[in-house]
Every structure is written in structure tokens, then in C-alpha cells.
């Protein structure tokens, strides 16, 4: 069971940032994978992006990919739960 978590952007920050909210969560799967808080797959997850559309944004920063055997894992669980849904 996914239980979501919301979370209150005002939107006044948004429109001094001047991006949408995806935007904002985008920004924070980023920042949350090249701080090491995230794994690849999670990151890419909480920004709502494919697997190449991360890693081209990841490469269009200068991010470097750190992918080892446990991220691939479970990419590959995360890829049979999606399936079987």
C-alpha cells in the first residue's frame, strides 16, 4: 500500500521561483539523489520521470549516476510491482 504525502508549497513561492509545482518536485528528486537521500530509482520516482528523461537531466547538470547493484534491485522490484499492476 503507497501512502502519499502532501506538501504545502505556498504560492507566492512558487511564482517568485517561477515554476509550476512539478517543477519544484522535480528540483527536489534532484537534489535528493545527488545528495545521496535518494537511490536512482526512488529519485526518479518522486519526480515523475522515465528512466532516460532522469538521467538526461542528471547528465544536463553534471550529476553522476551512482547506480549500483542494490539501486538496480530495486528498479527491477519496482519494475515487477508495475508490471503486475
Known sequence: MTVM????????????ARMTSAEIQRELAVHLFAEGKLSFGKARE??????WEFQQLLASRRIP????LAEYEEDM???ARLDAE
Do not use: S
Open 5 to 16: 504525502v502532501q506538501i504545502e508549497i505556498p504560492r507566492e513561492v512558487l511564482h517568485a
Open 46 to 51: 518522486l519526480g515523475r520521470l522515465g528512466f
Open 65 to 68: 549516476v551512482h547506480y549500483d
Open 77 to 79: 522490484a519496482t519494475l
